[in-house]
């Protein structure tokens, strides 16, 4: 996880995406567990609070759950609804800005297909 922060965020905001990014990319597998609070807080030399308000909010999108004396553990289940939300994501936001682009270059989707394969 990367320990410069934007200021442009809260820091428990990208704490919460790098940890989401962790799960897509299958560093953090399902059914193992997230680093402690306190790992977390003095590796990244941040207040244990914005990482707890981070996990907290792993916790409410069901992706990680809470066990008692334990610690937080990635849910079976959540890199499959992270990649479908993503997706969707992706589908309703980005692409389009996207398409417009390729359509104001004069792009031809053919060769942006071929110089990926490329």
């Known amino acids: 996880m990367a320990q410069h922060w934007d200021d442009n965020q809260p820091i428990y905001w990208q704490l919460r995406e790098q940890t989401v990014s962790a799960i897509l990319d299958g560093t953090l597998k399902e059914g193992e567990p997230l680093p402690s ?63 417009q682009r390729i359509s104001k270059l004069g792009l031809d989707p053919v060769e942006l297909i071929k110089s990926i394969e490329d």
């Open 37 to 99: 609070v306190r790992q977390v807080a003095i590796d990244f030399q941040i207040n244990p609070l914005t990482v707890s308000k981070a996990y907290q909010s792993l916790v409410d999108d069901e992706l990680v759950e809470k066990r008692r004396g334990v610690g937080m553990f990635v849910v079976d289940g959540a890199r499959r609804r992270l990649m479908q939300s993503e997706r969707e994501h992706f589908l309703a936001e980005e692409w389009p800005r996207i398409a």
